[in-house]
């Protein structure tokens, strides 16, 4: 299976704040990387795709980047509802496999 | 909008059979292009992939939990499956059920699994005697 590493395994930042998140792909997974937001006792939902395409509906804080095997998520301008934990998948090959997430606070 | 909808017990005995339903609306299971499949996350921990089944019944699975899952579809119920036997502790997770984006796909199969772009809300099933 493709190991996907996220760091940090948490951070805390204050609103208005520029975040990033990297994810790093055990070998070369080209573009193909998913970006995911789960709140608490929720389901998870897509943000980015193809590692850089926004999902309809999302707000254009968020962004992806990267190819190859290191890949960083960014939220420009931290809100409170962006309070979670992001999880990066790999589909380059199956399974599909996740990061172990990063989870944000507000400070 | 597509919403999908966990269904089934939420406690199962070691060593029995796990059985989920996800029953989609407001959408086809029988679209083309797109997997319906299952993602699991035990208290606490992160996600794992189970697997995924097209309209077809074509299937893929994680190879670590192959030889015990089971997924199947009813597209006359828009619904689709999942069994996972002989449970163990281990095994006690929130399910999801998901839709997921096919790549260069026929009328039978898609060559590649993408992005999960819509779930369910999610059920908790513990595995306990």
């Known amino acids: 299976d493709i190991q996907m590493t996220q760091s940090p395994s948490s951070l805390s930042a204050s609103v208005g704040d520029r975040v990033t998140i990297t994810c790093q792909a055990s070998?070369?997974?080209?573009?193909?990387l998913n970006w995911y937001q789960q709140k608490p006792g929720k389901a998870p939902k897509l943000l980015i795709y193809?590692?850089?395409n926004l999902e309809t509906g999302v707000p254009s804080r968020f962004s992806g980047s990267g190819s190859g095997t290191d890949f960083t998520f960014t939220i420009s301008s931290l809100q409170p509802e962006d309070i979670a934990t992001y999880y990066c998948?790999?589909?380059?090959?199956?399974?599909?496999?996740f990061g172990q997430g990063t989870r944000l606070e507000i400070k | 909008q597509l919403q999908l909808q966990e269904s089934g017990p939420g406690l199962v005995k070691p060593s029995e059979t796990l059985s989920l339903t996800c029953t989609v609306s407001?959408?086809?299971?029988?679209?083309?292009?797109?997997?319906w499949g299952w993602i699991r996350q035990p208290p606490g921990k992160g996600l794992e992939w189970i697997g995924s089944?097209?309209?077809?019944?074509?299937?893929y699975y994680n190879p670590s939990l192959k030889s015990r899952v089971t997924i199947s579809v009813d597209t006359s119920k828009n619904q689709f499956s999942l069994k996972l036997s002989s449970v163990t502790a281990a095994d006690t997770a929130v399910y999801y059920c998901?839709?997921?984006?096919?790549?260069?796909?026929?009328?039978?199969?898609?060559?590649?699994?993408?992005?999960?772009?819509?779930w369910g809300q999610g059920t908790l099933v513990t595995v306990s005697s």
């Open positions: 998901a839709r997921q984006r096919g790549l260069h796909c026929s009328s039978t199969s898609c060559y590649r699994l993408g992005r999960l772009d819509y």
């Open positions: 407001g959408g086809s299971i029988s679209s083309s292009s797109y997997y």
């Open positions: 089944i097209y309209y077809s019944g074509s299937t």
């Open positions: 070998q070369d997974i080209s573009n193909y």
């Open positions: 193809d590692a850089s």
């Open positions: 998948q790999q589909y380059d090959n199956l399974p599909g496999t």
